[in-house]
């Protein structure tokens, strides 16, 4: 990995959140981005696809949200997953995924905007993996998440520990519970993060949210 590779993509906190800017983001960084979250050890995905292995069966459809170019949907495949659907805003991101051959289909999509152009009850499970930082509305975001998974099936979020609070996750949960759109609920310890990355460090961290639908 370059040192530019490193300094050109290191002020995470301060790409703006409208969906336009960040495909244009992730669009400049698609080529090295593997090597940069390698270097960073970003091993999110990894934790994320062995839980989801734990709460479904190999063979079920899965929704990779937000799949960049692909490091959840290999780590899936590593898991045992078989099907494994993939959107993203990005395109150039979407042109690295599919070069892997993890996803069965692959869609661009601009999650700010919901509903998303697929079916309800599609899925059996779905993870979003890094990328709720750019989801502000978080309870149309989970609702949309819970409207594209059959009822049983479970989906797998991560969220930063500075956001957790701040877009209130424990309330919109309880809510969504109450409401009968989620079953079970687990949310997880604060964990590491962007370990190697300078500006995040040890000091930010993110909570892994599963939960049945």
Known sequence: MDADDV????????????SGDVARYYDDWADSYDRTLAEWRYELPDRVAVQLASWLDPRSAVLDAGCGTGLTGRALRAAGFGTIDGID???????????HGAYRQLTEVD??????????DRYDGLVCVGVLTYLPDTM??????????????????????D????????EHLAALAADGA????????PEPYLPGNAEFGEELL???????V
Not at 140 to 151: D, K
Not at 153 to 158: P, R
Request: proline share 6%.
């Open 7 to 18: 300094g050109e993509h290191a002020g995470l906190s301060d790409i703006s959140r409208d």
């Open 89 to 99: 805003v990005s395109p150039r991101s979407i042109e690295a995924s599919a070069a």
């Open 111 to 120: 999650m700010q905007r919901t509903p998303f152009p697929l079916d309800a």
């Open 140 to 161: 149309a975001t989970l609702t949309e998440f819970a409207r594209l998974v059959r009822p049983g099936g479970t989906v797998i979020v991560t969220q930063r520990t």
């Open 163 to 170: 956001l957790f609070d701040e877009r209130r996750f424990p």
């Open 182 to 189: 989620l079953g079970e609920v687990t949310i997880g310890e």
């Open 206 to 212: 993110v909570r892994r949210i599963a939960y049945r």
